[in-house]
Every structure is written in C-alpha cells, then in structure tokens.
C-alpha cells in the first residue's frame, strides 16, 4: 500500500535516517535544506560580505555541501563568495580522478577553483609517503598535512573562512576515537561547529547535525556529479573502525549518531586538568601547541629517513635521531689528524674508531706520537667518555626539530 508524504499529500518515496518521517522527493529536498540553513544562521557561521572557501574533494560530501550553499546563499542572501578549494595529495588512481570531478562542479556551479598539492607545499606526494611508511600509519601523514594544506591554500586566496564537508557521522566517530584514544584536548573541541577562532583561519562545517545517509539520497535524488571510490590507502585507517562501530549503532538506534554529538557537547573538563596552549610553530609559523608543529616534524622523519619520527612514542624515533648524529660525531671526531693539537685516544681491540698501533688483546701499548694517548681496554669506555675533547654525546635536547 502506498505510503502518503508526512508533509503534504503525495506519495512518499523515502524514509528519513534521522527521523524516520516518510517523505516525498521535493518534502525531502525542502526539510534537508531547511536544516541547514538553520545550523548556519543559529550558529552565525557567515558574515555579509566575506569570502567562503569550500574544501572541494569531489566525494559525496563536499558536492553536495557546494551546491546546497550556493543554493541558500541565492535563497537567503548571505551576501558570501564562495570558492572551491581542493588539495592533490599525490595519489595516483584516485585524487587524480576525483580532481576531474571537481572541476566538473567548477563548471556546473559556476565557481572559482583553486587546487594546491603536497608536492608543492611539502615535496613529497602520499605515494611517495606510503613507499617510506608503508600502510600502516600513511593517514597519520594524510590527515596532518591535508588539514595545514587547505590552510595554507586558504591563506593563499586571502579568505575569510573553510567550511568542509563534516557530517553528523565523522563528528560521532571522532567523539568515539578520542574517548578510545584518551584524547581530552581534542575531545573537547571536536563537536565545535568552528573551530580555529583562535588562529588566522576559523574552519565551520555546516553538515555538523546532517546524517551521512541523507546526504547521499541528496546527491542521488538531485543527480549531483560526485566521485564514490574510496581511497586507496585507507583499508586499515583506524577511523574505519569506529565508522563501523557507529553504522552497527545506528541500526539498532538511529538516533545514536546525534546522541553521541550531544553527548560531546556535554563533557566538561576539571579545572586541574591542564590543557595545550596554541602557539605558533617555530619553523613554519602554522599554529600549533607544540615548539614545532605536526606537519614539520613528520616532514623532517621524511627527510631524514626516519618516517616514524612524529608516529606513536615520538622519543624513540627522536633517539634513534639522536644516535644517529651521536654515531656522525664519533666517525668525525676518528678522523681527527693526530698531532693537531687535540689528543687522540686508542682503544686495544675496541671499536673506538681509532686504528690501535699494537696487537695485543688486553692493552695498548706507548705510541710513538707524542700526543697520542694509550689507555687500558678494562674501564675504557668511561675514560674514552672523559677524553673526547670536551664533547658528550647529542641528546634529545640537541636536536633541532
């Protein structure tokens, strides 16, 4: 038996997710453009006359946010400019082909498009990331890089404000990660419907209450152009699992993807609880919390050779740094010419990086360079520590990162 629309009298053809109204195909177009516009002007995201960039990957999200805000900006006169802004990360077979998609809406919604690339801003494309990393911890790298590059392209077009594609799901599933993860700081502000306020750049998301599903009958019902293929080296990302943990949820109570954004909402913190300052990044001048920000420390594990620098227990890979220069150090200090000026030491049978100029195994005997020190192999090292002509070893505090 047909169902009638729960809004007017036709027939309806699809059951909202998020409210379980049935509703006819224009009853729906109505009510899911409502709402956004609601979230915009409740939460005063727009300011007549400013500049709006609009993070544009081509995927299901972005399009649709493109075309609804180019919509309510011509319903309601909100008096913004709107471009799109796309980020190429590198990766062949996917980002190339959803960038045509891209340029597509460029054409079909008559606006400015502006696309930056890793490569461009940091020398390094994800494929190359992902040869070094593997695909373990490649997001890591994604996700802190494409954040500062949509700032940075952003700064680059002089707007006023980013709006991304963030729905009601990726705001649930960041509540749940940063719960699993302990992560108060980013717990705390991750239900924010802007956030950067502090900063050059405030990033709003005007989809923070939009349900995932209802945005792809959108796209579907409107025939919007968008790119669907997942990302190619996103298969084990640990957002996944939460995605899945909240899809799981939302069978049983579709309610709980909202619930879980309130509840977020909700969570205060205890005053004795010390929180991260922002500051500026010594190096790049991007915001940060930290002397030198994520993006340039994860740059230098790249350049080095150390991709786990900035991944997990950061002072593991810093003193494999730190031994690294150490072991420079010595191979310089070894090369010393003896009779300089500077006292040499010799180790019998030891790795010391000195030849030793006898044969014997328990000790080294006198020299015939009048400078050159012979030293006992038993207790050594700590003499050879108290003779390396005032130098000491790097340690993390040396490192310049």
Not at 50 to 78: C, F, H, M, P
Not at 95 to 109: A, F, G, I, P, W
Not at 123 to 152: P, Y
Request: glycine share 8%; net charge neutral; hydrophobic share 35%.
């Amino acid at each position: 038996m047909p169902v009638t629309c729960s809004s007017c009298v036709r027939q309806a053809i699809l059951k909202r997710p998020k409210t379980g109204d049935a509703l006819c195909k224009d009853c729906f177009f109505s009510a899911f453009e409502e709402e956004v516009h609601h979230t915009i002007t409740s939460a005063g995201l727009f300011t007549p006359g400013e500049t709006i960039a609009v993070g544009a990957s081509g995927g299901k999200d972005s399009t649709v946010l493109a075309y609804v805000l180019k919509l309510l900006n011509q319903r309601y006169n909100y008096n913004v400019q709107l471009i799109l802004l796309s980020v190429d990360e590198g990766i062949t077979g996917y980002r190339d082909d959803s960038l045509e998609t891209v340029k597509r809406n460029q054409q079909q919604y008559d606006l400015p498009l502006k696309i930056v690339s890793y490569e461009e801003l940091y020398g390094w494309t994800m494929d190359a990331i992902v040869k070094q990393i593997g695909l373990k911890n490649n997001c890591t790298f994604c996700g802190v890089f494409r954040r500062q590059a949509l700032d940075r392209g952003a700064m680059i077009l002089k707007v006023d404000k980013i709006v991304t594609g963030h729905n009601a799901d990726d705001i649930a599933e960041t509540v749940i990660m940063n719960v699993l993860r302990g992560d108060i700081a980013r717990l705390r502000r991750c239900t924010a419907i802007t956030t950067g306020t502090d900063g050059a750049l405030p990033r709003c998301k005007p989809f923070k209450y939009t349900y995932e599903k209802e945005i792809v009958m959108y796209a579907y019902f409107k025939k919007l152009d968008y790119f669907s293929t997942e990302c190619i080296y996103s298969p084990n990302a640990y957002r996944g699992f939460a995605r899945a943990y909240i899809k799981d949820l939302e069978k049983i109570r579709p309610s709980a993807i909202i619930d879980i954004i309130h509840s977020g909402e909700s969570l205060s913190v205890k005053k004795e609880v010390r929180m991260p300052v922002q500051g500026q990044c010594s190096r790049c001048g991007y915001m940060s919390s930290n002397p030198v920000c994520k993006a340039c420390v994860l740059l230098e594990g790249l350049n080095r050779g150390l991709p786990r620098l900035g991944i997990g227990k950061e002072h593991k890979e810093r003193r494999k740094l730190a031994d690294k220069l150490a072991r420079e150090e010595a191979e310089s200090i070894s090369t010393s010419v003896p009779g300089s000026g500077e006292m040499d030491v010799v180790v019998a049978g030891k790795s010391c990086g000195v030849a030793c100029s006898c044969q014997s195994d328990t000790s080294c005997v006198d020299s015939t360079t009048a400078d050159l020190k012979v030293l006992p192999v038993a207790g050594c090292e700590d003499e050879l520590n108290k003779l390396q002509l005032d130098r000491r070893k790097p340690t993390v505090a040396d490192i310049d990162f």
